[in-house]
């Protein structure tokens, strides 16, 4: 998967994109092929595309610096929002490949987003775009069939795909109509459904023994943060060996950095809201927030 955390990119997002102006094209092999997703990332001047904080609402990247976002569900109209790249190579018929991407629910209060399920990844042979428009059409060959409601954390939505054909593009978004949406209506007044996303990974099942992919569906399942909110200690109960620690706050410093620790002081620390970066074996990083009362 080229870029696969969007980190690279040809220039800063300016602002949220609109059909006349592409902000996804800045990032290196991505593009948008429905309507007008966005791009977010530190190096912004703006308060509207930033990470963490956004127009959006605030999330750290889950690896890097960026991350995209896009509407998966509309109220007062029939409205989707699709980003897609080019694969590295075409897959190969026959074999399986594992494919997955993590997800996070904005959560700004002007907005007033809803939660909806089958967020997902249809692969394609030919290439859709702004004039070749991805379908819409109640399939995707992976797609979460929970609704996802998390506006702290980032979920990961996986699967396995079995190539049946030489697969070279792969398209991210909700690709079923409305009927066939279910909604978390998580304010009466929501009218959009917007999710950031990162980390976009295939890998094939002769790499599994090498990379974790499936290995860190069940990490993340395993670490508990507690208490948080907080007032003094921040606890990660796991059995998994924590590398390292480091919390962020809300607009990126590092307030703190621990090596082969469970435990952070944060007494210390102003009220608010932090992120805690957790460094775990073979590569795995999973971030988590934490509010510190």
Not at 22 to 39: G, I, K, L
Not at 70 to 87: D, M, P, V
Not at 239 to 268: A, Q, S
């Amino acid at each position: 998967m080229p870029n696969p955390s969007f980190e690279s990119y040809t220039s800063c997002p300016n602002t949220l994109s609109s059909n006349g102006d592409d902000e996804v094209a800045r990032v290196t092999e991505w593009y948008s092929s429905n309507n007008s997703p966005d791009f977010f990332n530190t190096c912004s001047t703006t308060t509207i595309c930033g990470v963490p904080n956004n127009i959006i609402g605030s999330q750290s990247a889950f690896d890097g610096n960026s991350y995209c976002g896009f509407i998966a569900y509309n109220k007062s109209s029939f409205y989707r929002e699709i980003i897609s790249a080019a694969l590295s190579t075409s897959m190969t018929i026959g074999i399986k490949y594992f494919v997955s991407f993590k997800v996070s629910l904005g959560e700004d209060n002007n907005f007033k987003f809803c939660g909806v399920n089958n967020l997902g990844i249809l692969l394609s042979t030919k290439k859709y775009d702004l004039v070749n428009l991805s379908p819409i059409n109640n399939y995707a060959h992976i797609y979460a069939s929970t609704i996802v409601t998390d506006t702290l954390n980032w979920t990961k939505i996986s699967g396995i795909i079995n190539a049946d054909s030489n697969y070279k593009y792969l398209n991210i978004g909700n690709f079923f109509d409305d009927i066939n949406t279910s909604k978390t209506i998580l304010n009466p007044t929501a009218s959009d459904s917007y999710y950031y996303i990162d980390d976009v990974r295939i890998s094939t099942d002769s790499l599994f023994g090498l990379s974790t992919g499936l290995e860190e569906i069940d990490w993340e399942n395993q670490i508990n943060i507690y208490p948080n909110p907080t007032i003094d200690k921040i606890k990660i109960g796991t059995k998994i060996p924590v590398l390292k620690l480091c919390l962020f706050d809300n607009i990126g410093r590092l307030m703190i950095i621990n090596e082969n620790v469970k435990e952070l002081n944060v007494e210390d620390l102003s009220e608010g809201l932090y992120f805690l970066k957790l460094e775990l074996p073979n590569n795995q990083i999973i971030i988590k927030r934490v509010i510190k009362n």
